[in-house]
T-cell receptor, first 113, second 109 residues
Framework: DTAVSQTPKYLVTQMGNDKSIKCEQNLGHDTMYWYKQDSKKFLKIMFS???????INETVPNRFSPKSPDKAHLNLHINSLELGDSAVYFC????????????FGSGTRLTVV | GENVEQHPSTLSVQEGDSAVIKCTYS??????FPWYKQELGKGPQLIIDIRSNVGEKKDQRIAVTLNKTAKHFSLHITETQPEDSAVYFC????????FGKGNQVVVIP
């Protein structure tokens, strides 16, 4: 049973397209995150939702729009894709009241051509 | 907010030797310090963590030490094996986790 699952694992698309990445967690956590990992491996927080409410919204182009239909799901929609959006996107989850680490998904490698 | 720095950025060790990665943090309120291992093509996985009321924690070949006064913590891997080759991230939190930039560890057979 995968704890945090992301789909798709790979996504190759042309500039200007709109795409979505889906994330689901079955850990019963109340908080979910999107991270972007660039070629230098740096993990950059993008968004976080707690019980469907947006709590972290870092400086991210407004072409990126997260949506959390319930606390077990957090999707990321990207409009008008650009070459610089190519990266690996990780979803993660945690229980905000518990002092533990985050559980990460296996990532979605997005390549914009 | 919390700022975490990792050193060195790349570490090469001979198989069987020990590897040490150091991290410093800025927020004295931080009370939880996890370490993540990211293998090629996978997501970061929690391998060990330590809380501020403990100075050292061990789990088989890995250990973490914490110096709250100096605000630094370290990951120690003994008897390194090729499967230890990965990117390692440290993190710290008073509330939200702040990650370091990662260390590439290469174990040379």
């Amino acid at each position: 049973d995968t704890a945090v699952s992301q789909t798709p694992k790979y996504l190759v698309t042309q500039m200007g397209n709109d795409k979505s990445i889906k994330c689901e967690q079955n850990l019963g956590h109340d908080t979910m995150y999107w991270y972007k990992q660039d070629s230098k491996k740096f993990l950059k927080i993008m968004f976080s939702y707690n019980n469907k409410e947006l709590i972290i919204n870092e400086t991210v182009p407004n072409r990126f729009s997260p949506k959390s239909p319930d606390k077990a799901h957090l999707n990321l929609h990207i409009n008008s894709l650009e070459l610089g959006d190519s990266a690996v996107y990780f979803c993660a989850s945690s229980q905000i009241t518990a002092n533990y680490g985050y559980t990460f998904g296996s990532g979605t490698r997005l390549t914009v051509v | 907010g919390e700022n975490v720095e990792q050193h060195p950025s790349t570490l090469s060790v001979q198989e069987g030797d020990s590897a040490v990665i150091k991290c410093t943090y800025s927020d004295s309120a931080s009370n939880y310090f996890p370490w993540y291992k990211q293998e090629l093509g996978k997501g970061p996985q929690l391998i060990i963590d330590i809380r501020s009321n403990v100075g050292e924690k061990k789990d088989q070949r890995i250990a973490v030490t914490l110096n709250k006064t100096a605000k630094h913590f370290s990951l120690h891997i003994t008897e390194t094996q090729p499967e230890d080759s990965a990117v390692y991230f440290c993190a710290a939190r008073p509330n939200r986790l702040a990650f370091g930039k990662g260390n590439q560890v290469v174990v040379i057979p």
